[in-house]
Every structure is written in C-alpha cells, then in structure tokens.
C-alpha cells in the first residue's frame, strides 16, 4: 500500500483505516474514530504520535499482536488499524438548544459508564421508541458506538441523537442551568419512580452494570428513584430497567 491513500474496509457498518499515513489524514479529517488497534511492542515514533494525539480523545486504544492486524485487513496495515463510528456526535450546546426550541417538553437519557454494547444498543433502540431527544454519554469508559451498536438498536442509532462529553457532571450541570430536572434511576433510592414528577422537561441517569450511578453523580442530581423490585434478586439488567423508567415518563405526559 502507498502512504497517503485512505483504504476502507467495510465492517458491520464500520469502517476500517489502515496504515500510519492513512490513519493521521483521517484524524486530520476529523473523522469520528472509536477505537485503535496498534501492533503490540512497535516502536515507530509515528504509531506514539497517533496513540498520544487520541489517548486525549478518550478513544480506546488496544495494544494488539501483529497477527490480529492481519486478519483485520489482510493488507499492508503497518502496524495500525482505525475503526470509525458510523455515525457523527452531535455537541451537547446544539442538543440542548435543538430540544429547548420545539413544541415538546424535553426528554434525554445520560449514560454513566454503561460498558455493555448489547446494553447501549437496547437503550438507543427503547429511546427512539419512546421519542427521547438525546442519548448524552462520556468519551472515556462506556461502550463504543460501533456496528454491533447499529445491530442491537435495530437502525434506531441512526434516529436518536447522541453526544459525547468528557465528564458527565458537566453534562448534568449545563443541563440543570438550561431548566432540565435530572433524575438518577438507582435501586438505592427509597423513592419509587412513580412517586416521581416525570412531566417536566428531564434527563434520566442510567449507571454501569456493575456498579449503578457512580456516587459521585448522584450527588449532583436533583433526584433519585427506583422501581419495585418483588422478587428476590435486586437488580434489573439496565436496559430493562430503561425501558420501564421511560414508559413511566410516557404514561404520565400521556394521561
């Protein structure tokens, strides 16, 4: 492969750039990358350049043995590969003001941390069944958008819009300046989701797997509720959980 040529490859609605020069023009492009794989113990000073300009990014970078860049593009990949989203972010400031300036009352959901893409991919999917305007997660630590993202919502990635911030507790902040409630779905919290006003303008925090809503954020939000739990296990998978806060917020702006 001659330097300077961006080769793509098609992968479940991914694409695939590789090789070093390639690589650099489509960050320079400003091309939404979500991942890089980068040939395990190179020393190419231009493989360090390109992982240090996206460590910045919050993209996730996996150090990788020559052998799995192989089978990635079975062509001349010099040591790295990138996979780019296959769809573009939009700023939280244009989400915002896009969603204040319609007829309808607000709705966005805040992802914190969540790390499962089947998981990412049914909440995107219940979200655009449920006319949520905005899906707001961090550039660092959750799941990628990536094609088994489009797979798993079923096209809907492509419906809802999504935002990537650097920290959620300035999400949650800007979105409390703009007149938005922000409510915190955590098994912790004594109060059940349907004692809860839900027919204002809101975003809803939903936590990672493993640990919920990172204590840090919830003591940021303006409230906490939980849905009954009857049986003996004590917590939902979240994206069931998403979906039956969402139909709460659906049945009371709807009766």
Known sequence: ??????LLHSMKKEELVFGIYPVLEAINSEVNIHKLYIQKGSSHPKLQEIAGMMESTGT????????????LTRSNHQGIVAV??????IALEDLVE???????VPLFIILDQISDVRNFGAIIRTAECTNVDGIIIQKKGGAPVSGDTVKTSAGAIYKVPICKVDHIKDAIFYLQGSGVRVIAATEKAKQSIFGVDLTGPIALVLGSEGKGVSKSVLGLVDAQSSLPLLGEINSLN??????????????????
């Open 1 to 6: 492969m001659a330097d300077g040529f961006l």
């Open 60 to 71: 996730s970078i996996s150090y990788v043995p020559q052998e799995k860049l192989n089978k």
């Open 84 to 89: 780019t989203s296959p769809i573009d972010f």
């Open 98 to 104: 896009s969603t204040l300036s319609k007829d309808t």
């Open 238 to 255: 979240v994206s069931v959980a998403c979906g039956a806060f969402l139909y709460e917020v659906t049945r009371q702006r709807s009766y």
